[in-house]
C-alpha cells in the first residue's frame, strides 16, 4: 500500500524548500495537529461519557452555553502552545480577553493564534460534525516583549497560515498557506494526520447553497431576489441544491470540495449576522481563497476588514468564485443581503 505523507513529513519537505525558514510555523501546526488528536479522542467518546458531553451551565462571551467539550478542547490547544516554543499568545473564541504567555520563550516566538476551539459544539450532542477553526498570525509588537491585543486585531490579509479539524467520519485537517491547501486525514492506526488532498482547488462552480432559511422569516429583498436566483437555476433544469449542517466547518469542508457557496447574511435581531470575524470568518476566507474561491461580507472581502474587537461578528459569503461572482452580479453588486 502506497506510504502516506505524515503531517510531520510534510512541514519537514516544506522546510527543505525554504532553507531561510526556521521551522517555527512547522512546529506551531505540530502542535496544534497533537491537541486534535486528543480533542478527536474525546469528541468520538461523546455520548459515552456524560461526564464530558452536554453544558457546564456557563454561558461564554458570545452568550451561548458552553459545552463541556468546547472548554475540554480549548484547554488541550491553550496547553500545546503554552508548553510549545513558537506561540506568543491566543485569541479564542471561548475567552473573553487575549491569552499572554508572558515567558521568555514565548515573548520570543512570532506567531500569535486564534482559535475557535469547538465550533459547532452545539451540534455535538446530535453526533453531527464539529470542528476546530484555527488561524496565524505573525506579530507585529518587538519580540522579547509579550504580546498584546495589536498583534490579534490584524486584517485577514495578514493571516500566515489557517486551518480547520473536522471530527466527522473521518477526522481531516485542512491546512492553507500562501503555498496552498493540503488536507491530512487522521489515520488512528499510526495516530498521525497522513495527507489525503494535495493543493486542494475549490471548483469554480458548483451546484450547492447553503444557508438557513429559518434567520429570514422575512425574507428581505435581497435574500428574495439569491433565493429566486438559486431557484431559476432549478427551473433551467441545473438542480442546485440547498445543504446546511449547522456547523461552519462541516458546511464549507463541503463546498470547498464539490462546489458551492455559503451564506450567513446579517439578520433582523443580528444586522452583522452570527459569525465572528477573527475565529470563523477569516480563517475560512483566506482557506477557500487560498484554494481559488471568494469570500466577501457582502461589501468588500472579508480579509480586508480591520477588525475593531476581539469578538466582532460580520455576515459571511463564501465559496466558489463563479457562484460568487454571479450572487454579486444579480443583486448588480449592491450591498448585499444585509
Ligand atoms: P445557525 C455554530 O454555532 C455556528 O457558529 C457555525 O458553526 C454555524 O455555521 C452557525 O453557527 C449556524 O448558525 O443560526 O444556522 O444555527
Redesign the pocket.
Known amino acids: 500500500m502506497r506510504k502516506l505523507m505524515t503531517l510531520e513529513e510534510f512541514t519537514i519537505q516544506e522546510l527543505r524548500a525554504f532553507p531561510k525558514a526556521t521551522g517555527q510555523l512547522s512546529g506551531l501546526v505540530r502542535d496544534i495537529g497533537l491537541a486534535a488528536k486528543r480533542i478527536n479522542v474525546e469528541v468520538n467518546k461523546a455520548g459515552l461519557m456524560d461526564a464530558i458531553l452536554g453544558a457546564t451551565g456557563y454561558i461564554n462571551v458570545q452568550g451561548e452555553e458552553v459545552q463541556k467539550l468546547d472548554v475540554f478542547a480549548d484547554n488541550q490547544l491553550v496547553s500545546v502552545l503554552r508548553n510549545g516554543l513558537f506561540c506568543a499568545g491566543i485569541a479564542s473564541e471561548e475567552n473573553d480577553d487575549i491569552l499572554v504567555f508572558d515567558d521568555e520563550v514565548s515573548n520570543n516566538a512570532k506567531y500569535v493564534v486564534l482559535m475557535d476551539p469547538l465550533?459547532?459544539s452545539?451540534n455535538i450532542d446530535v453526533n453531527m460534525p464539529v470542528g476546530t477553526i484555527f488561524s496565524v498570525y505573525r506579530r507585529v509588537t518587538p519580540l522579547g516583549t509579550p504580546c498584546t491585543k495589536e498583534d490579534f486585531l490584524q486584517p485577514g490579509t495578514r493571516i500566515v497560515a489557517a486551518g480547520y479539524i473536522i471530527y466527522g467520519p473521518s477526522t481531516i485537517m485542512v491546512y492553507a498557506t500562501r503555498r496552498g491547501v493540503n488536507a491530512f486525514t487522521l489515520d488512528p492506526s499510526i495516530g498521525e494526520f497522513c495527507l489525503c488532498y494535495s493543493n486542494m482547488k475549490c471548483p469554480e462552480r458548483g451546484d450547492i447553497y447553503s444557508l438557513?432559511y429559518g434567520?429570514y422569516g422575512g425574507y428581505n429583498d435581497q435574500i428574495k431576489k439569491y433565493i429566486d436566483f438559486c431557484e431559476r437555476k432549478k427551473q433551467n433544469g441545473k438542480c442546485y441544491t440547498q445543504r446546511y449542517v449547522?456547523?461552519?466547518v462541516a458546511?464549507i469542508h463541503r463546498n470547498l470540495i464539490k462546489g458551492g457557496i455559503f451564506l450567513?447574511p446579517g439578520t433582523a435581531e443580528k444586522p452583522k449576522g452570527?459569525?465572528r470575524l477573527l475565529y470563523?470568518c477569516n480563517p475560512m476566507a483566506f482557506i477557500i481563497e487560498m484554494a481559488g474561491g471568494h469570500a466577501t461580507n457582502g461589501k468588500q472581502s472579508i480579509l480586508s476588514i480591520i477588525p475593531d474587537t476581539l469578538h466582532e461578528r460580520s455576515p459571511l459569503f463564501i465559496g466558489s468564485s463563479g457562484m460568487m461572482q454571479e450572487l454579486h452580479q444579480y443583486i448588480k453588486g449592491t450591498a448585499i443581503l444585509y
Open positions: 465550533d459547532g452545539s438557513n434567520n449547522g456547523s461552519l458546511d450567513y452570527k459569525l470563523e
